[in-house]
Every structure is written in structure tokens, then in C-alpha cells.
């Protein structure tokens, strides 16, 4: 079956950006000239998927009128001659099929999961976290699906990580099929450096069965205090095989105030727009 649901967990906090977050979604923190949840839906409907699930939390309206109908904006820019911005604006809400549910309290990704249960039914799906913002000449989600369609089971995304950071993240111990491929034997959530099984870290993309939600429903907080992903894929993988894709593609974790910082630089340093201006720029302010 092919996927064709993805679920975005945007209910967080984004205590690590206060005071911008206060009042605005760290979705909607703006790369460059979109926000960073936009990128990432950008990338789901790229790689075929034509339903998508938020499950928002308290204060995150702001990704719910992105992704409407602006009336009032549409006919302004209309009156105004303005189409490529009109066009824009009118992609936004034509992009999938968007629905939204709630996630009343901030129990972790595995219960914003759970919560997502109605949606998917029987049917495999998409997980994307909204600050991982990866970009690749094929999208990564698509490298994920390809996959999934040699082995019809789970599959996380995976990049090799500098063992000193390795405590930030799911990571895996798993065995190369080749090519992108890897059979996952076991995972780890936020390993110690000297406990982490290898190198090879869980980014924010997964494919799932709703094999998962069954133990989702039973699965006891984790790593701080929270029903963590990582923990139930463990528990299925001890039933059924579990596979990772390494994908190709430039990596940004926008979750961390540096990271944002160094997507911001890289991506800019691609735009046509900036005719180098940028590079010049920054050359300037290094003394290069």
C-alpha cells in the first residue's frame, strides 16, 4: 500500500527560543522567506503524500491560518496586480488535504503519535518533526519510501553523527543491507556517549505501521518523563523488523538556536537572489 498520510507533532513548547516562541509556533520561525514547517510540508507533498495530520497544542493557531484560505490577503494582492505573491499565498492551501487535532498536554512524541491514531487507521504512514529541515536534491522523505516499498516495515531516517553529540539523539545499532539500507537491531534514546551502540543517529523522519499504537497505548514515560518514540519502536522491533535509511541531503536542526543560525547562512548562500551579495558579505565580517 502506498503511504499517503503524514502526521506532523507540532504541539512543543519551544522553550529553547523563548521569548520569540512566547506567542509565535517555532514552526512558524521564518528560514530565509517561509517558515520552517513550510519546508518540511514542501518536502511531504514532493515525496506523494496527500493527507497530512498537525497535532497542534495551545498557541499554535498561527500554523493552522498558514495553511488556510486568506481572503482578505488574496484580494488584496489581486487589486494590487501582485500574482506571483497571489500564487504563492493560493499554493498554500491547495498544497494536501490538511486536517488538525489537539494534543492537550505536552507528553512526548510518542504520545503526539498516539494522537494521531483515528487519522491513519490500517494504513502505513509518514512522520515528519517540523524543525528537522533537510535539504537534499531528492527529498528525504522519498528516500525513506524507497525503502519501505523493497521491505514494507518501519523505517527511521538515519545520519552519522560526531560521537560527542550522540547524547542528543535516538541512535541505532544496525547492520548495512546496502545502498541507503540498514536493518535495525536495536535503538537507543539519548544514549550516553559510552553506551551509544554506534554513530548513526534518528533524525526526524520516520515511516510507520499502526502496529505502533498498540504499544504507544501501554508505553510508560521514557527519558524525561515522556512517551518516547524511540522506546516503543524498540518494543515492535522485538516482534517485527524495523529498517533505517541513511539518506543524502544536508541536514539542519532548527530546534537549536546554532542550527537555525547555520541554516539560515546555508540556505541563503543558495539563493540566485542574493547574486553573492551574502558570500561577499560574510567574507567581509571574517576578514577572508
Known amino acids: 500500500m502506498r503511504v499517503k498520510k503524514a502526521v506532523f507533532p507540532v504541539a512543543g513548547l519551544g522553550t529553547r527560543f523563548l521569548p520569540a516562541t512566547k506567542s509565535t509556533p517555532k514552526e512558524m520561525l521564518p528560514l530565509i522567506d517561509k517558515p520552517l514547517v513550510q519546508y518540511v510540508v514542501e518536502e511531504a507533498v514532493a515525496s506523494g503524500i496527500e493527507q497530512i495530520l498537525f497535532v497542534t497544542g495551545r498557541g499554535k493557531r498561527a500554523i493552522e491560518d498558514h495553511f ?18 497571489l500564487h504563492q499565498v493560493r499554493e498554500l492551501a491547495e498544497m494536501a488535504n490538511i486536517f488538525f487535532v489537539r494534543q492537550k498536554e505536552a ?44 521491505y514494507r516495515a518501519p523505517v527511521v531516517a ?3 553523527v560526531p560521537m560527542e553529540s550522540i547524547s542528543a539523539y535516538g541512535c541505532v545499532r544496525a547492520e548495512h543491507l546496502g545502498g541507503r539500507a540498514w536493518e535495525v537491531r536495536d535503538l537507543v534514546e539519548k544514549p550516553r556517549r559510552e ?37 516503543a519502536l524498540k ?16 541536514h539542519h536542526d532548527c530546534g537549536d538556536k546554532l542550527g537555525f543560525l547555520k541554516a539560515t547562512v546555508d540556505m541563503a548562500l543558495k539563493r540566485e537572489e542574493f547574486n ?3 558570500e561577499s558579505y560574510l567574507r567581509s565580517r571574517l576578514g577572508c
Not at 110 to 133: N, Q, R, T
Open 276 to 278: 553573492g551579495a551574502l
Open 235 to 250: 518494543k515492535l522491533g522485538s516482534s517485527e523488523s524495523i529498517y533505517g535509511c541513511q539518506f543524502d541531503g544536508d
Open 158 to 160: 538515519l545520519k552519522r
Open 68 to 85: 488556510d484560505i486568506a481572503f482578505e490577503l488574496e484580494s488584496m494582492l489581486y487589486d494590487k496586480g501582485k500574482d506571483l505573491e
Open 107 to 150: 507528553l512526548g512524541l510518542g504520545h503526539a503519535i498516539l494522537c494521531a491514531k483515528e487519522f491513519v487507521g490500517d494504513d502505513p504512514f509518514a512522520v515528519l518533526l517540523g524543525d528537522d529541515i533537510i535539504d537534499a536534491e531528492e527529498p528525504c522523505l522519498a528516500q525513506l519510501l524507497e525503502v519501505y516499498e523493497s
Open 195 to 231: 553506551e551509544a551502540p554506534s554513530d548513526l543517529a534518528i533524525i526526524g523522519r520516520y515511516i510507520l505501521t499502526p502496529g505502533i499504537f498498540p504499544i504507544l497505548e501501554v508505553q510508560e514515560p521514557g527519558r524525561g518523563g515522556e512517551i518516547q518514540l524511540t522506546d
